[in-house]
């Protein structure tokens, strides 16, 4: 491989070349800025990036190899966070202007832990607003004049683009979910709970996950093994034990997968061109597949989710709206007010509510599919760029709190990506990614 | 010792002698039921007692022993159980009528793992209304004319009257503290999440406590023993290490403790007798106590457990509310009114707010202080029974989710027992019964 493809390298085998001795971190990270400066005046994925400071993290890595002493499993490695998620070294402004020169003196859980496995921040990618909905800078790197989605719409987009091998994200509603499926990329929200969210905004304590970009699926059970692990800091962070998500996801199934097709509620929303996509797929799959119906409580969870979103959203940006809500989106503030507005007996109904649904889930779960195959948003990303998309085929599985990733897997007739979400069990995280793989290569042997 | 008075055994001690085979559990049911005979006309502490159903269990008991199979720690010991707690062979009736013939099909968590122990379930005691304020017909053991407090009045009043050497309460405000406090007997309201509440009528996830009572300090460490542990049936329990409670509770304090005396805003409530009580009590104590004036935080703290005690209230009793509103009380009916108003934003602020009150209550442990003193009530046992007392001095305590426990110390010039209330920092529930040891000693020694 010629220095200049270095930039195409996956996390994975960027990391063993680096740890081989093979390519330096310092050259794949040069790789890197000289995408970012070939593609990013186009994408515009970043929200701070100081190639000076990524190179000199890369050199201090090489050092470190060089010294011989042991090295991580992402050692040298540059890794994309969305500028929700903290850092002590740089900026994290939110994507508001609220937050504008915001500098936390500490690394959030996660960037915490990719620094111990060796890697180097690249930098802060776009967010769209408080990751809410009012979009960012960020353009579609398969053609700039369409959403790459959002919110995190810098991350996806500096993957897709080949700036950074992997980035991390968050999801509320659809933000990586849908982001990866506009922009072509693997994105894996893991089941609530298992990756901290200390140190990263907090929109939704109910809601809010972790989400992780990459370009193969080795590299998503690469972090995830990295990433996953209790955190007293985060209260919904339990201790488990650790799962050995590479091993797992790199298997082989011990039977090929059944998946349960769920077309949802919101099937009429899907655009022709993507029920085709997903017809085809169906058809591939053959006896692989059952198209499942969901309970009617399952199309009265968006409300749910509505409604816990958008009561948490107005608690935790309560001192935005008291002092600057001037200064946020229209949009936003329409939501602040709807949600300021929702009683606490209507927010407690719609909490209780899941957990019946999730017992739904565990059992078809339990019955017969090894995962949910169904869109991860209407169809490719919308033109323009005044919206990221929407959100809805993703809010069902966030209230869940259930795995979701999105494969790109096919493609519009408009030459866009179009992802398909596979969903599992809470803490069904490993075998998904093992399912994902399996499939991948199925559709690949067609 | 006769057999007549084996009811005002511990339950150590009569564990101890049943596994010894120096008295059967028969014998000490027999006397147990014959001071309920005595005693319960006038104290009226059982919701359901089947007094063959408790020597069967009994006789079932001394079976399993002279078998020669190994016993658990309470084997063949008598235990009131609160009637909002679920038991499999007893109705469970909540203290209200919409739940009248209630017939569970399981047992909750903790009478399981007391089941597991080799208790005998002598029956179900008395509570308020749904575990709030409503009184049921329980009287104060010590003066009929005046009111057990509660919720948990026949826990409470059972104990002091010799009826069982040990029963199970619950908190949310301050329903096991207040009356062991008016009943003379030791409450304890063990850390928030210790102890699981799966199986036990919730009224507020957040404020819901398993509660404790026992005449001696033993009993408690000997039942928390047993009691504590993960259970993910319970949203708020964690897995934790086994602590050894009787064998910390047992030993000396290292040094003799420090006391911080907290009045509280409500100190102007407390009556002239109860406040020379504490006066007196810390002459005693002299360089071991000292005044502390808590932050202004902890003075609207009962504010915020109002807010989201009333909220969670209205959403976890809506399906009475719906169908039954006029079979509750006018108090409780009042109550659910002003929850079911009560906005999200409200809620989710004043929730917001205990993890840093939590925090400056750590530092002061951390500082200089081993436990907390402060009173229980703000006198003895009030005369009428159509009110339970006042449960203000508990709040912050139970909203922070800190072990509280009444000590029966004091009496008032009415003859009334008065309990002293210690609080201890989260998971320090075995040093606060060590610390509440060291002071019975202390105050004995006069």
């Known amino acids: 491989m010629g220095l200049t493809n270095l930039h195409a390298l996956s996390a994975t085998d960027a990391a063993r070349l680096i740890r081989d001795g093979v390519i330096s971190s310092e050259e794949l990270v040069q790789a890197c800025l000289a995408r970012v400066r070939e593609t990013d005046a186009r994408v515009q994925a970043w929200a701070f990036l100081d190639p000076e400071y990524a190179l000199a993290q890369a050199r201090s890595a090489d050092e470190v190899r060089q010294s011989g002493q042991p090295v991580g499993s992402l050692h040298g490695v540059p890794v994309g966070i969305k500028d929700i998620i903290d850092t002590a070294d740089m900026p994290t402004e939110n994507g508001s202007v609220l937050c504008a020169g915001r500098t936390p003196s500490r690394d959030a859980a996660v960037v915490a832990r990719l620094r111990a496995a060796g890697v180097v921040i690249m930098g802060k990618t776009v967010t769209a607003e408080f990751a809410t909905r009012a979009p960012g800078k960020t353009r579609n790197p398969h053609n700039p004049a369409h959403t790459p989605g959002g919110s995190s719409s810098g991350s996806a987009a500096a993957v897709a683009a080949g700036m950074v091998p992997v980035a991390l994200g968050s999801q509320t509603g659809g933000s990586t979910v849908r982001p990866a499926s506009f922009c072509g990329v693997y994105g894996l929200k893991p089941t609530h709970g298992l990756v901290s969210r200390h140190g990263m905004f907090r929109l939704s304590r109910t809601l809010d996950h972790v989400g992780l970009f990459a370009r193969t699926i080795e590299d998503l059970a690469l972090l995830l093994e990295e990433l996953a692990g209790g955190d007293e800091r985060d209260p919904d962070s339990r201790p488990r034990a650790r799962v050995p998500y590479r091993d797992v996801a790199g298997e082989a199934p011990p039977l090929p997968p059944m998946f349960a097709f769920v077309r949802t509620a919101l099937w009429d929303r899907v655009d022709v061109d993507a029920k085709?996509?997903?017809?085809?797929?169906?058809?591939?799959?053959?006896?692989?597949?059952?198209?499942?119906?969901?309970?009617?409580?399952?199309?009265?969870?968006?409300?749910?989710?509505?409604?816990?979103?958008?009561?948490e959203m107005a608690a935790n940006l309560s001192r935005e709206w008291e002092t600057g809500r001037a200064r946020l989106s229209e949009s936003l503030r329409a939501r602040l007010e709807r949600g300021r507005e929702v009683r606490a007996l209507d927010y407690l109904r719609a909490l209780a509510r899941v957990p019946e649904l999730d017992a739904s889930f565990a059992e078809l779960f339990a019955q017969r599919y090894d995962a949910i195959l169904t869109p991860a948003a209407p169809g490719t990303a919308p033109e323009g760029l005044g919206s990221t998309g929407d959100p809805a085929f993703c809010t069902l599985w966030t209230l869940c709190g259930m795995p979701a990733l999105s494969v790109p897997l096919m493609q519009g007739v408009n030459g866009l990506p179009l992802g398909v979400q596979l969903v599992g069990p809470r803490h069904g995280d490993a075998r998904l990614l093992r399912t994902a793989r399996w499939l991948v290569g199925h559709v690949a042997s067609r």
Chains 1, 2 share one sequence.
Do not use: K, P, Q, Y
């Open 276 to 311: 085709e996509a997903f017809a085809e797929l169906c058809g591939h799959l053959g006896e692989r597949v059952e198209t499942v119906e969901l309970s009617e409580a399952a199309d009265e969870a968006s409300e749910w989710h509505r409604v816990i979103m958008e009561a």
